[in-house]
């Protein structure tokens, strides 16, 4: 036979590790949804910059001409 379960181990909306899991899970996810609200709302300005960066060039603009060999 086995063990008759305690009142505790039958209620999972009484362990306060699941309710603190959803309280950070949710307010991961608000904090998510919130970078992406203000990061549409400010404007991204192109710098003007000949220098790359790791090798990348730092504007989508090429500094070579197409015609040149």
Sequence with gaps: MSAPRT??????????ILWLGIVV????????VWIIVAGTR?????LETSHT???VP????SSHR???P
């Design 7 to 16: 009142e505790a181990e039958g209620r999972w909306y009484r362990q306060p």
């Design 25 to 32: 899970f949710i307010a991961s996810m608000a904090g998510c």
């Design 42 to 46: 400010s404007a991204d300005i192109p």
């Design 53 to 55: 960066v790791f090798g």
């Design 58 to 61: 730092a504007s989508a603009r």
């Design 66 to 68: 197409a015609d040149t």
